[in-house]
T-cell receptor, first 114, second 119 residues
Framework: NAGVTQTPKFRILKIGQSMTLQCTQD?????MYWYRQDPGMGLKLIYY???????DKGEVPNGYNVSRSTTEDFPLRLELAAPSQTSVYFC?????????????FGEGSRLTVL | AQKITQTQPGMFVQEKEAVTLDCTYD???????LFWYKQPSSGEMIFLIY??????QNATEGRYSLNFQKARKSANLVISASQLGDSAMYFC????????????????FGQGTILTVHP
């Protein structure tokens, strides 16, 4: 039972480079989310999706883009990486948009921008 | 907008004792859910316990219980009989169901509390 899978787990980027963090879930969840966690802090929402083809900005979307071509996949694109994007990134999914039911999280992707 | 506040950056507890981690929340929505997640040093997010805003009983899951005081807008996590493996960061989080239906299940997190269990 894979759940939510993120790749890569670790990555070092140079300033100005671009990359895509991959996220896939095998639970047929419509709702998917990308969060970032800065050191010693809580998680902040970057983007979310309510289904294939539908995405929207969260609290901290600047410098990122997403797409959702299938129910399973929700990649996060970093364009022109900056040191401020050094963080741990979590992808999560949920079967519901209601108040019950937890979000299922991937193991996280640790990104360092130098 | 929703807000979660965890005022204890760090807590220490002796093994086998109980500990309470504080969480207060702010929302104007009537329907919401409160969650606690554990994040060990390995980094993954582990769901612990859930409390719905209309639940009259406090939620319990094994050694975890949620002390829900709706009027005070608090949702404290109580860990009984602490174990060394409980040492981790703990996050309180909230989902709301707003009248416009545009909350889309997003979780809002607090800043977290680092719990250290001493032998």
């Amino acid at each position: 039972n894979a759940g939510v899978t993120q790749t890569p787990k670790f990555r070092i980027l140079k300033i100005g480079q671009s990359m895509t963090l991959q996220c896939t879930q095998d639970m047929n969840h419509n709702y998917m989310y990308w969060y970032r966690q800065d050191p010693g802090m809580g998680l902040k929402l970057i983007y979310y999706s309510v289904g294939a083809g539908i995405t929207d900005k969260g609290e901290v979307p600047n410098g990122y883009n997403v797409s959702r071509s299938t129910t399973e996949d929700f990649p996060l694109r970093l364009e022109l990486a900056a040191p401020s994007q050094t963080s741990v990134y979590f992808c999560a999914s949920s079967i519901t948009s209601g108040v019950t039911g937890e979000l299922f999280f991937g193991e996280g992707s640790r990104l360092t921008v130098l | 907008a929703q807000k979660i506040t965890q005022t204890q950056p760090g807590m220490f507890v002796q093994e086998k004792e109980a500990v309470t981690l504080d969480c207060t929340y702010d929302t104007s929505d009537q329907s919401y859910g409160l969650f606690w997640y554990k994040q060990p040093s390995s980094g993954e997010m582990i769901f612990l316990i859930y409390q719905g805003s209309y639940d009259e009983q406090n939620a319990t899951e094994g050694r975890y219980s949620l002390n829900f005081q709706k009027a005070r807008k608090s949702a404290n996590l109580v860990i009984s009989a602490s174990q060394l493996g409980d040492s981790a960061m703990y996050f309180c989080a909230m989902r709301v169901l707003n009248a416009g239906g545009t909350s889309y299940g997003k979780l809002t997190f607090g800043q977290g509390t680092i719990l250290t269990v001493h032998p």
